[in-house]
């Protein structure tokens, strides 16, 4: 059966197009939120020329003196998100589906494994091989997480996207962990610049881990260092994508997600692309995109300081727009005189109230300008975002979706009903109009003439007896696929021409 599925698979040109998959939501606090901030400027710290460093140090004591208590941030607060995917660890047909956070703003891919002391509802009896003498430990603003190196293993996100890597094994955490079990682990997916590496230093009593199926388990430890080769990365290697990019369209409830390519269902019109920044103008990390402008309706903002790192960090896994203060402060000056202090008051920006659905239309579009550089001739490109796209969606109300920050991150929130590309393999981040309401379930997928017709042509061109039972049962599928349409279609004509009699009983006599 699974040489059939191979057959069926390579029929279908899996190989060159970009993989599908879907992404689910998870709801987390708002300090999670802030925690995300924290950490990445405690990353950005780790390679900031010295006269970056102490604004960085202030910006991260700034947001740890937040007033905002862990019971507020989940009851006194709007719910932000993450995006959640399956990644496997086997290639058993029955393999157990673990689910990470997408995330690209960071670059490791980790999970918890069996020996993890506290994790909880997201423990898991993943009994990995592991080198406990190599270590690492990452640390939110509100959280931390740490763990050993697990050595090349079998990780999938489906059975024709797979790969031999090394990840790292959680043993430990600290408020990483907070959604229960509605996640295990982190799928980093941003450059390498930013992955965190693997130490002897690191390893402690929360990290280390005494397992049967430890390499290194009775080793003098030596202050030695690894580093960590992002998923991603390790596909592109193995040939098991043709491009080192993914693209995620975020809809209502769910986003698609195309790994390897832009799938083309996924958009419509044309992608508008810039470079993407490096960090410090030193070293590729995140997904930098220089930003030249704000507009709030048609007046501009002050954007001074907007690209202190390189550029706004677009990121899938941090919620809000984060700006300077004098940027945040100018959209909400121009909103609040746009829209009325009193539907725009003070407590709306302050999260204490939200406004309904109804009062939406009253809100002004804010564009974001993104460049190549800040070359005054440099290409530039709108991206446009309605009050929906720049405002929180909670429990039926919108709340205020700008926070303060010397580092620019450009949330999740702006990304819904759009796709944006995330391409290492050409160093560029794109942007276009997402089909969320429109995309056909249908179009994704070949019709069964022509699946059975690529099937055919590819058995022609093999000799091995195999074939023709994977042909069989690849036939056998594609039997079972017309069938179910066929009993789909006869319910709904029959169902249709009920509704149809039933409205002409109701009707009156001539």
Known sequence: MKQSLILLGLALGAEASPHMMKAGKRTRSIKDDKSRVSKHLNQLLKKAPEGHKNDIQKEIERLSTDSVSEID??????????????????????????KVILDSGSSNLAIAIDDCTNCGEASTTLDLTTDDDMCIEVTYGSGEWSGVEVESTYVALSSSISTDT????????????????????ILGMAYEGIAEGYSSSACSSKSGRSSKNSRNSHRELTDSSESATP????????????????????????????????????????????????????????YLIYT?????????VDVDNINLYGGLVVDTGTTLHYLPTATVKAIETEVKSTVGSSIASNSFFEWESCVS??????????????????????????VSLD?????LYYDECYYWGFEESSLGIFGNV???????????????????????????????????????????????KRSSSDLAMGLLSAMAVVGTVLATAFVVINKLVKKASSVEEEKESLLPPL
């Open 414 to 460: 702006g990304m819904n009903d759009k796709v944006v590309i995330f391409d290492i393999e050409n160093t560029q981040i794109g942007f276009a109009d997402g089909t969320c309401s429109t995309t056909s379930f249908v179009s994704r997928f070949k019709n069964p003439k022509q699946m059975l017709g690529e099937i055919v042509a590819e058995v022609k």
């Open 292 to 300: 030249s402008g704000v507009t709030v309706g048609s007046t501009s």
């Open 166 to 185: 090394t990840l790292a094994g959680i043993t430990y955490q600290d408020d990483f962990f907070s959604g229960g079990s509605s996640y295990c682990g």
């Open 357 to 382: 659905s109804d009062d939406l239309d009253s809100f002004p579009t804010i564009t974001y300008t993104f460049s190549e550089s800040d070359a005054s001739d440099a290409t530039t490109f709108d």
């Open 73 to 98: 941030s989940w009851y006194g607060y709007p719910m932000t998100l993450d995006w959640i995917v399956d990644v496997y660890f086997s290639d058993d047909d029955d393999a157990t589906a673990y």
């Open 387 to 391: 009050a929906e796209q720049y405002m």
């Open 231 to 286: 998923f991603m990365y390790s596909l592109r290697e193995d040939e098991a994508i043709l491009s080192n990019t993914f693209a995620v369209a975020m809809c209502d409830d769910d986003a698609d997600v195309s790994i390897g390519g832009v799938e083309s269902s996924m958009y419509t019109g044309s992608i508008n692309y810039a470079t993407t920044q490096m960090t410090f103008g030193e070293y590729y990390g995140y």
